[in-house]
């Protein structure tokens, strides 16, 4: 988006018409708050779930996270130019001629406020997830993927008690699925669906143990971490604040598995505790899998 300043800087070189007052430049000057609207509306709309929605794409957490990088620097830029002398000037002669335009620039300067100091909040509390989420996506090992598992759920955690925007049960839903796209990535990496019945039985048998063991322990911390969360927010369920927060969790994890997935076949471990691979039917394995757990 180009600078919003330069769209009116011919204008407010000379902002008056000799002879005629300001009047006559008012209707120029409000044709292009009606530019700036729509570029900010759709700066402001943008949505972290859109790279989910698109067919056949399965994006990982650092898509997350990348979002909001951007998205804060797109509203800093916005509202560093908004509150710039040049703007000003438009928005004075705006008020000084009760121009009908003057309080809807009011309103989306309040919007493009209050999207700025979300945006900023969760690039901050994200922040600390990317050395973890990069290991995550680019890790030759698979094996070894179960040391980022812990310090993921913590940081999580810690976001969820700690951030004022980001602690929601739609922000979670993403990234959560994005963090199971990144394991599913990295299982199809380890058991290739077209390279397995090609390898020695045991081999086969050892990296699907070995996938399910890694798959199984994300899981067991999912569920340890839902588990204490879950005692802190009982404490606070007293009050108005503990029992939404209590209701978004819940929401949350009942929202882990992809929510519009077609029909789907398992692959589960035996035993007490079961980690469900949900694929879909018309796929080959691994490929374009949905982790969910039942």
Not at 4 to 18: F, G, I, K
Not at 30 to 58: C, F, M, Y
Not at 214 to 226: A, C, E, I, N, R
Request: include cysteine; aromatic fraction near 10%; charged fraction near 20%.
């Amino acid at each position: 988006m180009g600078a919003l300043s330069d769209q009116v800087e011919h204008q407010m070189q000379n902002p008056l018409t000799p002879g005629h007052g300001i009047f006559p430049q008012v209707h120029v000057l409000e044709s292009v708050i009606v530019t700036w609207a729509r570029q900010i509306k759709n700066v402001i709309k943008s949505d972290s779930e859109a790279p989910l929605k698109i067919s056949g794409n399965h994006p990982g957490p650092l898509v997350e996270l990348d979002f909001w990088t951007a998205r804060a620097a797109n509203l800093n830029s916005i509202f560093d130019q908004l509150s710039g002398e040049k703007v000003q000037k438009v928005v004075a002669v705006l008020e000084v001629a009760q121009s009908s335009y003057y309080p809807a620039f009011q309103r989306m300067f309040k919007d493009v406020v209050q999207a700025r100091r979300q945006a900023n909040d969760n690039v901050k509390f994200l922040r600390p997830l990317r050395n973890y989420f990069d290991r995550l996506n680019l890790s030759d090992e698979f094996a070894e993927l179960v040391q980022l598992f812990k310090p993921i759920m913590h940081t999580l955690l810690l976001i969820w008690k700690h951030s004022k925007y980001y602690k929601t049960a739609g922000s979670f839903v993403v990234l959560i699925r994005e963090i199971c796209n990144d394991l599913i990535m990295q299982a199809c990496k380890y058991v290739p669906g077209d390279e397995i019945m090609g390898m020695e039985a045991q081999e086969a048998v050892d990296k699907l143990r070995m996938t399910l063991k890694v798959l199984g322990t994300f899981k067991s911390y999912f569920f340890d971490y839902k588990v204490w969360l879950n005692i802190a927010l009982l404490k606070t369920a007293s009050s108005d604040v503990g029992r939404q927060q209590y209701g978004e969790l819940m929401l949350a994890v009942s929202y882990v598995g992809d929510r519009d997935v077609p029909p789907k076949t398992a692959l589960a471990t035996p035993g007490a505790s079961r980690t469900v691979l949900c694929l879909p039917a018309w796929t080959p394995f691994w490929s374009g899998a949905t982790m969910c757990w039942t």
